[in-house]
């Protein structure tokens, strides 16, 4: 499961999808947004997408993990649209025989997100908003 | 020819547009594309971002060339997650 | 929240505990029943507890989580009891303002509980039980 | 004087009893009462696993001296998770 969406997310959901028999552990991964960043009150966080091509990435650095580890199953859901203080924009879930593995290959899927995925994130704050990345001296976002 | 351009975040922004369709000549690639849009367009080119490059959803180098009816998208720095 | 149970686990339960503000990233780790094991085919666990003591050493390790790393909340809560296949034993949620703190300290807990909390697993599968990691040979359980 | 004694998981099938009062000696050790409890006991000794000593929920040294009323709990291989 690799989507795109303007829906609210839902954690159970991908959970439910990679649950296997043969699986061990689960590890998931959910971005939240944060009421602060870099000194600045953060009123909400607004995603946009290239939705059809951020799937395919989405869908692609799954493959790719499936190569380096050995996982039974993963999730990646992304929310577009305003997403508000301690919302989820993103939740990745992964299952695994062993806990390593289900580890791994979740903090690698975020962090190929956080690289190649084309989605974007403006940030709302006190006073102004601003695309994430794109700020003079490129100035990257950490989570 | 024609390709299909499609502009997210702050270069939609900057364009005041999120689809443009481009008249362009044969065999032209890329990085000519984004530099006759900068003429059209010359607010998406105020200041430096670093820009990725894609064709039909997959990232291609700038000196990719295009063909009829391509999407092309110019990729702003990502900050999904 | 640090807790043993007998009932099923909930894991929006835990997330929402551990949901904050300042949190922009919340990892979770569950422990699922997987249906094999070193070659045995395995019908379920049955988890015991010294409750008292368990939920003891899960509160000691999530202050040492805290000690560690710059999390925001932890949130463990195991089940006792028959847990069957594709059912999870153990929840582990972290929030953290990054994504690494909220990695490392659910992987560190994970990784003290099956060293030092006074839980205990007995395999049942086709054609007999073991309590783990008390076989000769001193078998240890990886998930 | 008198401590309780819980026993889980494989002690616990091994001595048929989860909890056992047992008087001992004034001055008397974790290893002492462990030692007492197996000569009543044979079966808790029958196989080789590495044990580890709680007294009133922590984990205590072998050699930590017993008090009246004190709660110990021999804990085997922990395999929780």
Redesign the interface.
């Given at each position: 499961m690799f989507r795109v969406t303007d829906k609210a997310l839902n954690l159970q959901e991908l959970v439910d999808y990679v649950t296997d028999p043969q699986a061990g552990a689960i590890v998931t991964f959910i971005g939240t947004t944060r009421n602060q960043n870099e000194g600045r009150q953060v009123l909400s966080l607004d995603y946009e997408a290239y939705p059809e091509m951020a799937e395919k990435e989405l869908k692609r650095l799954g493959q790719e993990a499936g190569k380096r580890w050995n996982i039974q199953r993963m999730a990646i859901v992304h929310r577009v649209g305003r997403v508000e203080i301690t919302e989820p924009s993103v939740i990745i879930a992964v299952s695994a025989a062993h806990r390593d593995d289900a580890f791994q290959a979740c903090r690698f899927a975020i962090e190929e997100i956080k690289k190649t995925v084309p989605i974007w994130k403006k940030e709302v704050f006190e006073g102004g908003e601003v695309w994430i990345g794109t700020q003079s001296g490129q100035r990257f976002h950490q989570r | 020819m024609k390709v299909k351009v499609?502009l997210?975040?702050?270069l939609?922004?900057r364009a005041g547009a999120g689809e443009i369709t481009k008249e362009i000549g044969e065999g032209s690639t890329v990085i000519e594309l984004w530099e006759a849009l900068t003429r059209d367009y010359p607010k998406l080119a105020s200041?430096k971002?670093?820009l990725l490059y894609?064709v039909n959803?997959?990232?291609v180098t700038p000196d990719h060339v295009l063909r009829d009816r391509d999407e092309v998208?110019f990729?702003?720095?990502?900050?999904?997650?």
């Open positions: - | 499609k997210f975040a702050i939609r922004e200041a971002i670093h894609a959803q997959s990232y998208v990729v702003p720095p990502v900050s999904g997650g």
